[in-house]
């Protein structure tokens, strides 16, 4: 779901990038909700884009930097020096793989042969489009879409997996989930389970840490869930995943506060109709919703309530 990108840095002082301000406003949007930024070089505060930041006009310039405070995703290729006019198809073939859209101005984005308005050029896996032109670059349009496209009867759980949370694990440190079924799906399904697919997954991912939010069930014995939950924790070796918690609600408050289920990765959240089952099994049985959005209050808030009324259970670290 989310689309690597970079920056030429002369794309933010193109004459037409200084006429139109909200070029800006629309790219770190775009950013926040969608993309990774690929920096060029060891780290950003040293980087041509960062240099070009500090040189815009004040409004632009206070937006950038209020984006960076925010730690907004990005990564840093130490091995890889951008984009040059001598050079640039040697340039992107060191990224093909690792970056999926280029953004440039108008003098390198006509070296790589953009000499219309809009269009985009494709050089392996990276499509490279004008800065000023970004709402229209194919890759970000199919995140756009992807964010709010349900997931269709017989798509493969390895396939929903990689199309629409496989990133977002990748770039944050994170997770949580909260669904107040969870539970029935964990002990019906045990290793086909929904949740023992997202330990699994995220134990190979560079989330840390995980919260797990469900409710109390008659027929199911609280400390015989826990127990199966170690158990399935403690089969997934090696592990990125150093702590999960679990914290246990009754189900009138998990219905209060969480009528909705979602999955979350760092500050996105992902509402699922069916919850955390829509990833038990091999593919799923039915059509589900899925919308895909920056996390909000009401979500932020419904976790901090659920942790502070839930009983907690430490399931590793």
């Given amino acids: ?52 930041i500090e040189k815009l006009p004040l409004t632009p310039r206070k937006l950038w930097k209020e984006a960076i405070r925010q730690n907004l995703r990005r990564k840093c290729l130490p091995s890889w020096s951008g984009v040059s006019q001598t050079s640039a198809l040697d340039d992107l073939r060191r990224v093909d793989g690792a970056l999926d859209v280029l953004l440039v101005g108008q003098e390198l984005g006509s070296v790589l042969g953009i000499h219309v308005r809009g269009s ?36 493969s759980v390895q396939q929903i997996w990689d199309s ?24 019906t399904n045990r290793g086909d389970s929904g949740l023992h697919w997202l330990i699994t997954q995220l134990s190979r991912s560079s989330v840390t840490e995980l919260a797990i ?21 403690d089969s997934v070796v090696p592990s990125n995943l150093r702590r999960i ?23 996105t959240v992902c509402q699922l109709g069916p919850g955390i089952e829509v990833l038990s099994g091999q593919a799923t049985w039915r059509m589900a919703t899925c919308t895909i959005k920056a996390q ?20 590793r670290g």
């Fill in 296 to 315: 909000g209050a009401a979500t932020r808030d419904s976790e901090t309530e659920l942790r502070q009324r839930g009983t907690l259970h430490v399931i």
């Fill in 245 to 267: 918690l679990a914290y246990v609600n009754d189900d009138a408050v998990m219905r209060a506060y969480a009528h909705e289920r979602w999955l979350r990765f760092g500050k």
């Fill in 1 to 52: 779901m989310l689309v690597t990108f970079s920056i030429d840095p002369a794309a933010l002082h193109d004459r037409d990038a200084g006429a139109f301000p909200g070029v800006h406003t629309r790219l770190i949007r775009l950013w926040e909700k969608y993309g990774v930024l690929i920096v060029p070089g060891e780290k950003l505060t040293a980087s041509q884009l960062s240099q070009a």
């Fill in 164 to 187: 629409r949370f496989k990133r977002l694990a990748d770039f944050t440190s994170s997770a949580a989930v909260v669904d107040r079924y969870a539970a029935n799906d964990f002990w």
């Fill in 120 to 155: 985009v050029a494709t050089f392996g896996s990276v499509e490279v489009g004008e800065l000023l032109e970004v709402d229209n670059v194919p890759k970000f349009l199919a995140s756009v879409d992807l964010c709010c496209a349900d997931i269709g009867r017989g798509e």
């Fill in 213 to 233: 939010f469900f409710a109390r069930q008659e027929r199911l014995r609280e400390g015989d869930v826990i127990a199966s939950l170690r158990e399935c924790a």
